[in-house]
């Protein structure tokens, strides 16, 4: 960064926490989104460290926006000490509920005689009620961790609300093996049949005519989509659902009663590009789209610059501070975001999100497209398409 800029940035600082009130609630936001990442450590982390890499995570991205003088104000110091003191309280009640129950859970445990059917009591602490995959998805929620080469499942905790006892429910997942904790909202849940990472929750409402239906989609997806649609009835254009104990499709539709017999094989028209392909009917799953927005609305707030590896014109040390637009239709400025290991792209303007593989980037600068394209080896090479 030249010093000119340097100085404007600090002088959008000074104007930023002029406003006490303002600056206090961006200071919240960004403590907010990175004690939620921090979170699923919480067992595993001593408190002091929790807390520390917890400020340490606020400051960088706040550097990221600012710049680095922002560290000599005084005044910062004021502010953060209000704002993580908060935090602090909220993680000592996370900690103490958490901790209680894993005991609680390990004491049980320990109690169990060592017996040929010790699996099966265990299968007690083991969270059963969530929002399957599809209809092969197995009868725990698993943890895509493994313990001697079998995959981990996840041990349900009980939040028991203070002023009524009957009232309680499943708030948070501990992993049985890596002890990460996960929100009951949206949970990293692992579809053994499918090989694939799902985000799932608990299953509240269960449909009363037949629980086993749900509102069907399909997977794999074409075009590198995040997801699909609903699958809509091919006679009366209703939303059908599937069956997970037959995998059948069906029209709820009183006057239709259209019934597809086979789930596992159906032809699907790509919502992107059209094409006719053959794929499964899998559970349409609501949570992955609450899940998206979270992960958009948390882009928005850290903004970080999308940018491709490497470029046509644009020098090595500009490409970080380069604002990458989403295409030729929209103009939004491009921020990234990573979530369990993939890198995922966000535009400002109209919200769209997009994998960071394989998205076609446009110079801003002298209009080339291009795609980075990865080898098996994941060696990134560029490919220079149509010119302009
Ligand atoms: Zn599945
Ligand atoms: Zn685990
Ligand atoms: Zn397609
Ligand atoms: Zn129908
Ligand atoms: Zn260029
Ligand atoms: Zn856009």
Redesign the pocket.
Known sequence: MSFVEDENKYKSFLNKIENENKFTKELNNLFNIMFNDCFKNILNMPKIDFLSKLSKDVTSILIEHYTTKILENENLENFFISVSDKYEKKYDEYYADLSFQWKKYLYQKSRLRKSDNEEKKLENFYFKNFVKHCSKTGEFALHNCKKKNKLSKFISVLKIEKDNNDKSETKYLICENCRKVFFIRTFNNYCEYCKVKYYSTILNNKNKENEFLFLATVYPTHCNLLFNKIILCQKCNKQLYINIKTNQLICVNKKCKFVELNGDNLEWKCNKCETNYMTRAIVYNETEVVHYEDMIEKALILKRLAHPNKTCCISNENISTTEFY??KK?R?ILYSIMQNKTLFLV?E??R?INFFKNFIWKCPFCGLNYREIYSDENKEKLVLKNKK
């Open positions: 989403h295409s929209c939004g535009c303007k109209c769209a």
